[in-house]
């Protein structure tokens, strides 16, 4: 596609509930990340992917959270039993390759509430 | 751990003006990047101007330069002759030569800019 593409656009669920957000990043790049926006701040690393494989975890706050990628191409950011404090904009970006002076090109993001 | 700080939550000025915003960061490592990124209220993160830490000219992209300052840890962004599409949040980010492509941010400039 022309740019990265993320899904849905706006989510609103239940507490307790599973949430699961779709990154679709740009074609032939192999290195994929999401970053989570709390209200009013700057953005929070969560995960990244180099091909399908998912080097650095480090960021994702709890055991609630996973991510995959299939066929080097989408990811899926899981949240199970979602709370309140998972309220955010979840951004994904993509890139040519793991390098330094490759751009990042974001997504929209996804603006997920959690009532 | 490296951070990003910046010090300034919201600033305007007028249109055609010229403002500078203020970033710092702090890190060990020699070899890294520096970014200037902006996020309208579409929430999509369009990168401004990057800059190599290795490379001591300043990096310019039209109206937009930095101020690299590599002995104090500060990247400061000008941006001359203001225009109204300006208005945006604008975030500092880090990047190292040896964690992925992760990027570290501070938590943002909210940028005004008035007729």
């Given at each position: 596609?022309a740019?990265v593409?993320?899904?849905?656009?706006n989510?609103?669920?239940?507490k307790?509930?599973d949430?699961?957000l779709?990154c679709?990043p740009?074609?032939?790049?192999?290195a994929?990340?999401?970053?989570?926006?709390?209200?009013g701040?700057?953005?929070?690393f969560?995960i990244?992917?180099?091909g399908?494989s998912?080097p650095?975890?480090?960021?994702?706050p709890?055991?609630?959270?996973?991510a995959?990628?299939?066929g080097?191409?989408?990811s899926t950011?899981?949240?199970q039993?979602t709370q309140?404090?998972d309220s955010?904009?979840?951004?994904?970006?993509?890139?040519?390759?793991?390098?330094?002076?490759?751009e990042a090109f974001?997504?929209?993001?996804?603006?997920?509430?959690?009532v | 751990?490296q951070t990003?700080?910046?010090?300034?939550?919201?600033?305007?000025?007028?249109?055609?003006?010229?403002?500078?915003?203020?970033?710092?960061y702090?890190?060990?490592e020699n070899?890294?990047?520096?970014?200037?990124y902006k996020?309208?209220p579409?929430r999509?993160?369009?990168?401004?101007?990057?800059?190599?830490a290795?490379?001591?000219q300043?990096?310019t992209?039209?109206r937009?330069?930095?101020?690299?300052q590599?002995a104090?840890k500060?990247?400061?962004?000008?941006i001359?002759d203001?225009?109204l599409?300006?208005?945006a949040?604008?975030?500092?980010?880090?990047?190292s030569?040896?964690?992925g492509g992760?990027?570290?941010?501070?938590?943002g400039?909210?940028?005004?800019?008035?007729?």
């Amino acid at each position: 596609g022309a740019g990265v593409s993320q899904s849905p656009s706006n989510k609103v669920t239940e507490k307790g509930k599973d949430v699961e957000l779709r990154c679709d990043p740009i074609s032939g790049h192999t290195a994929l990340y999401w970053y989570r926006q709390s209200l009013g701040q700057g953005l929070e690393f969560l995960i990244y992917f180099q091909g399908n494989s998912a080097p650095d975890k480090s960021g994702l706050p709890s055991d609630r959270f996973s991510a995959e990628r299939t066929g080097g191409s989408v990811s899926t950011l899981t949240i199970q039993r979602t709370q309140q404090e998972d309220s955010a904009v979840y951004l994904c970006a993509s890139s040519l390759a793991i390098a330094m002076n490759t751009e990042a090109f974001f997504g929209q993001g996804t603006r997920l509430t959690v009532v | 751990a490296q951070t990003v700080t910046q010090s300034q939550p919201e600033m305007s000025v007028q249109e055609a003006e010229t403002v500078t915003l203020s970033c710092t960061y702090d890190t060990s490592e020699n070899n890294y990047y520096l970014f200037w990124y902006k996020q309208p209220p579409s929430r999509q993160m369009i990168l401004v101007i990057r800059q190599e830490a290795y490379k001591q000219q300043n990096a310019t992209e039209n109206r937009f330069s930095v101020n690299f300052q590599k002995a104090a840890k500060s990247f400061s962004l000008k941006i001359s002759d203001s225009q109204l599409g300006d208005t945006a949040m604008y975030f500092c980010a880090f990047m190292s030569g040896n964690q992925g492509g992760k990027l570290i941010f501070g938590q943002g400039t909210e940028l005004s800019v008035k007729p």
